[in-house]
C-alpha cells in the first residue's frame, strides 16, 4: 500500500495529519484512493470540539481511537477503487465509491463491513452528500409530511436544508425555515422555502404568520420571507391554530428545542433530528405541552422506523438516497473547497465562521 495521511482530532478543536500505517487488506480487502471528503456539522463537529458524553462508544468500524483522543472522525468519503481482495464480489478496481470513511488519502475496507456503496456515474462531489442526504430521507420516514401539511425546520446545516427540501418533494403546504445565518436562510429558499426567519424574540408569532399566508407563487418567495413584521397578526387559521403540523428540529442547539415545541400546533409532533452531545436542554412540559398533547420524536440514521420493516430495509433506503442523489441540486450547497493538506484550517473555519459554510469539502490529489 503507498503511503496514506489521515486527519486525526489529537484534543478539542485539534486536528492534524498523521501517517497511517500500511494495510494490505486481504481476501475481503477494497483498497479506496480518496477523491473528495465532506465535513459534517453534526456529529463530526462535536467529536471535533470534545463534546461527545464521556463514555460514548464508536459506532462504525472505520473510526480510529476513541472520543477521549485521539481520535479519527468522519464518514463522507467518495473515492476510486483500485484493488479488490480474492473473495471480493461486490467492487471491482476503477469503481467510484462512498464510504462511511474519516478524511484519508487511501485505506482499505473490508467489505463484510457494508459501509462502502457503488456510485456509478454520480459525479463524486455530488456523491458526498450520501450520508447526509440519507439521514434526511430517514427523518422523513420517521414522521412523514402529509400533502398541504405546514412544516418548520429549524437549522439549516446540510441536515436542515434536505429536510426541508424533501418535506417540499413531499407535498407540504408551506415551508418555513429558522436559522441566524442569512447564507443558510438563502440557501433554503433558493430550495422551495416560503419564508426564512432568524431567531428572534417574537419568533413564535413570525412563524405563525409565515405559515398563515396562502396562495404565494414561487417568485413571491423571497418577498415575503422578508416581509414579515412582528406587529403583523396571523391571518384567521384553521384547526391548527396558525401552529405547525411538523417541526423539525435540526439546528443542534438544545434552546432551540423549546421554540420547536412553541410553533407546533396540538397533537402535533416535534422531531428531534440533533445529536446535542453533552449540552443539556431545558424544557418546559406543562401548560401546553401536557394538554394539547404534544409529541416529541426522535430519530437517528442507525435505525429504520420498525413500522415499516415490512417494505424498507437498509437497501432500499440507499437506493432511494441514490436516485435522489441523481435529481437535487446539491453542487449549489457546496460553499468550500479546501485542499486535504489544509484539513485543520477547514475544520476551524466550519467551527469559528459557520456564518459563511454550507458544506465544505475537502479536496485530494
Known sequence: MSEARAVWFAGPRLAEL??????????HGVRIR????????????????????????LDLPTFGGDFSYPLKHGYASVGRVVEVG??????????????????QTEYVLSDEWHVAWRLGDIPPERAVFVANLETALNVLLDAPVRIGER????????????????????????????DPYERRRAAALSLG??????????L?????????QQGLGQSGVQCAAHSLRPDSEPEPAD??????????EASGNPAALQAALDCVADEGTVVVCSWYGSKPATL??????????????????????????????????????????????????????????????????????????????????
Not at 459534517?40 to 462535536?46: D, Y
Not at 398533547?293 to 437506493?319: C, E, F, K, S
Open 204 to 212: 413564535a408569532h413570525g412563524i405563525m404568520s409565515a405559515l398563515s
Open 239 to 248: 384547526a391548527t391554530g396558525g401552529r405547525a403540523d411538523v417541526v423539525f
Open 151 to 178: 412544516v418548520v425546520v429549524f437549522g439549516q446545516g446540510i441536515v436542515g436544508l434536505l429536510i426541508g427540501l424533501l418535506a417540499r418533494r413531499n407535498g407540504a403546504g408551506r415551508v418555513v425555515v429558522v
Open 86 to 103: 480474492a473473495r471480493v464480489q461486490t467492487l471491482s478496481p476503477d469503481d467510484l465509491v462512498f464510504a462511511l470513511h474519516p478524511h
Open 18 to 27: 498523521r501517517d497511517e500505517p500500511p494495510d494490505e487488506g486481504g481476501p
Open 193 to 202: 422555502a416560503d419564508a426564512a426567519l432568524a431567531p428572534s424574540p417574537t
Open 284 to 365: 418546559e412540559l406543562g401548560g401546553r405541552f401536557h394538554r394539547g398533547r404534544l409529541r416529541l420524536q426522535g430519530t437517528q440514521v442507525g435505525r429504520i422506523n420498525p413500522g415499516l420493516a415490512p417494505r424498507w430495509d437498509y437497501a432500499r433506503r440507499m437506493a432511494v438516497v441514490m436516485q435522489l442523489l441523481a435529481e437535487l441540486p446539491l453542487e449549489r450547497l457546496i460553499s468550500h473547497r479546501i485542499p486535504f493538506g489544509d484539513a485543520a484550517c477547514a475544520f476551524e473555519l466550519v467551527d469559528r465562521r459557520p456564518d459563511e459554510t454550507l458544506q465544505v469539502v475537502l479536496t485530494y490529489e
Open 34 to 57: 480518496t477523491l473528495v471528503s465532506g465535513i459534517s456539522h453534526g456529529t463530526e463537529m462535536l467529536a471535533y470540539r470534545g463534546e461527545i458524553p464521556s463514555g460514548t462508544t
